[in-house]
């Protein structure tokens, strides 16, 4: 069983920044691919950035250069920083990540979701 855990989440006002942290635990064995999606209301879930273990990182047309994603392999965790937030960023993020648990079982899971509101 693998679980992640966000946090960072809140209210900022626009122009503002946080920094979302989502860390992995359980019975792993490696850690892969790790991303972040959000879903505002009445909206379909998407990608906003993702990473491999290596660094390479991938991001949404919409967030680049305003946010940055980042990983620390030693602690299983993966981070958002948001910068120049918008109203339009509202959303709640869901961190995801994938990789093989200790039983050698490819394992991808979501986190709980954390809101993140910009207000204008």
């Known amino acids: 069983q693998v679980q992640l855990v966000e946090s960072g989440g809140g209210l900022v006002q626009a122009g503002g920044s946080l920094r979302l942290s989502c860390a992995a635990s359980?019975?792993?064995?490696?850690?892969?691919?790790m991303g972040w999606y959000r879903q505002a209301p009445g909206k379909q879930r998407e990608k906003v950035a993702d990473i491999t273990s290596g660094g390479s990182a991938n991001y949404a047309d919409s967030v680049k250069s305003l946010f940055t994603i980042s990983r620390d392999n030693a602690k299983n965790t993966v981070y958002l920083q948001m910068n120049s937030l918008k109203p339009e960023d509202t959303a709640v993020y869901y961190c995801?990540?994938?990789?093989?648990?200790?039983?050698?079982?490819?394992?991808?899971?979501w986190g709980q979701g954390t809101q993140v509101t910009v207000s204008s």
């Open positions: 995801d990540a994938d990789g093989l648990d200790c039983s050698g079982s490819y394992y991808a899971y």
């Open positions: 359980g019975s792993i064995l490696s850690n892969d691919a």
